[in-house]
């Protein structure tokens, strides 16, 4: 079946430096990747569309500038986090959509704690 | 906005009860999928249902889509301790490829 690969699992980092989130589809081209932001036992907040060949479409509210995309491939998409904040620790996960039936293949998704 | 809402949000519960959530929308959804999300982990899809009335089932888990295609269940039958986690529904419109989450069911099952 569809699989998306997430890297890394977890990470910190320090305050004001930069992460970089990479999301692969391992056997399938995946044309638009989804990524979302996750508190602990609460549903998944979509954060950005991420479309590969073009420009992301961000979610209102989230800073474009802040959390960076680029889907410059059928089979990866990355998320940088700009300037992290402790503020941006939290649960990143992406997804690719395999279509209307089969609903979406997630990442393992990523821990990221900014101290 | 939150298309889909679903209750109880929170649900702790002995092994061997049996239980019932609800996903629930003002909107008509072409497909609607429920997936099951355990800690540190990525959500993994259970079931999808995409005609009006469907009712599947695997193993212990009973899924149900409503007739108007506006809401669903899912029914667990004697709850053990590794059905505990994080359930989600989505749903898919006809327009776009996009699912729209529900508000998610934190499930407790105590041994």
């Known amino acids: 079946g569809a699989v998306v690969s997430q890297h890394p699992s977890w990470v910190i980092c320090k305050s004001g430096t930069s992460v970089k989130i990479e999301c692969r589809s391992l056997d399938f081209q995946a044309t638009t990747m989804f990524w979302y932001r996750q508190f602990p036992k609460q549903s998944l907040m979509l954060m950005a569309t991420?479309?590969?060949?073009?420009?992301?479409?961000?979610e209102q509210g989230v800073e474009k500038d802040k959390f960076l995309i680029n889907h410059a491939s059928l089979t990866l998409s990355t998320l940088t986090v700009t300037s992290a904040h402790p503020e941006d620790s939290s649960f990143y996960i992406c997804s690719a959509s395999v279509g209307l039936y089969y609903g979406y293949t997630f990442g393992s998704g990523t821990r990221l704690t900014v101290v | 906005t939150q298309l889909l809402e679903q209750s109880p949000q929170f649900l702790s519960i002995q092994e061997g009860e049996n239980l019932t959530v609800y996903c629930n929308s003002s909107?008509?959804?072409?497909?609607l999928q429920w997936y099951r999300q355990e800690p540190g982990e990525g959500p993994v899809l259970l079931v999808t249902v995409v005609t009006g009335g469907e009712v599947k089932k695997l193993k212990r888990l009973t899924f149900q889509f409503g007739d108007a295609r506006k809401d669903s269940s899912l029914h667990i039958t004697a709850a053990q301790p590794g059905d505990t986690g994080l359930y989600l529904c989505?749903?898919?419109?006809?327009?776009?490829?996009?699912?729209?989450f529900g508000t998610g069911t934190s499930l407790t099952v105590i041994p």
């Open positions: 909107s008509v959804f072409s497909s």
């Open positions: 991420s479309n590969e060949g073009s420009k992301a479409t961000y």
């Open positions: 989505a749903g898919a419109q006809d327009t776009g490829n996009q699912f729209y």
